[in-house]
């Protein structure tokens, strides 16, 4: 009987230290560790994403990251968008990146603006949770917050510098990647057609 109690101990006590070692609240997520924008910098292209509440870019999303003369991150973006329920057309996006903490440079904070009057305009967090500058790159944002500290309206962006797809080695890490940031199952892919 005790030998019984043990091992049940054993488990409950794994899957509390499983429980609090993997946490959702959105400032437990790492970043990409000394994070590099000129590496960064390019064209990518979006291969699956979690969309955040109301009106976002719905497939043929690119963008392209530059960095200016003082050290400004700017992207240039396109993809289609779906509007009043059934026009789909294509939209162009700006959006300039500011660095709030030196120590954490892949947390930046985006301000965008739709290019035009029916796109939208604002400021959101911007994380770059993984890159290997040349393949892949895992973004992530939330916009609100739950009290318990979780994210409770956030997107996810999953970005290659080929149009085409990845590897099986690096879809594994980008799954993993998903994982971290408690999105796993919640992503779509994203079609590359060449539209805009």
């Known amino acids: 009987m005790k030998k019984k109690q043990f091992i049940f101990l054993l488990m409950l006590l ?7 070692a993997h946490s959702c609240a959105v400032d437990s997520f790492s970043v990409k560790e000394n994070f590099d924008r000129k590496r960064y910098a390019g064209r990518w292209y979006a291969l699956a994403k979690k969309d955040p509440e109301g009106l976002f870019l719905q497939d043929n999303i690119s963008a392209d990251y530059t960095i200016e003369e003082d050290g400004t ?25 500011t660095v709030p903490d030196p120590a954490t440079p892949g947390k930046m904070y ?28 895992v973004t992530y944002a939330c916009r609100t917050r739950k009290e318990d500290g979780t994210c409770d309206d956030g997107y996810s962006i999953i970005f290659s510098r080929n149009p085409r797809g990845f590897s099986p080695a690096i879809q594994r890490i980008v799954r993993q990647k998903q994982e971290e940031i408690c999105m796993s199952g919640q992503f779509k892919p994203v079609l590359q057609s060449g539209a805009c």
């Open 14 to 20: 794994s899957a509390v230290e499983y429980c609090l």
């Open 110 to 137: 985006m301000t965008y603006q739709g290019l035009a009057s029916y796109l939208s305009s604002g400021g959101d967090d911007y994380w770059v949770i993984d890159t290997d500058y040349v393949n892949y790159a």
């Open 73 to 97: 991150m700017t992207a240039a973006s396109k993809g289609r968008v779906k509007l009043f329920g059934f026009w789909v057309i294509c939209a162009d996006m700006a959006a300039q990146y």
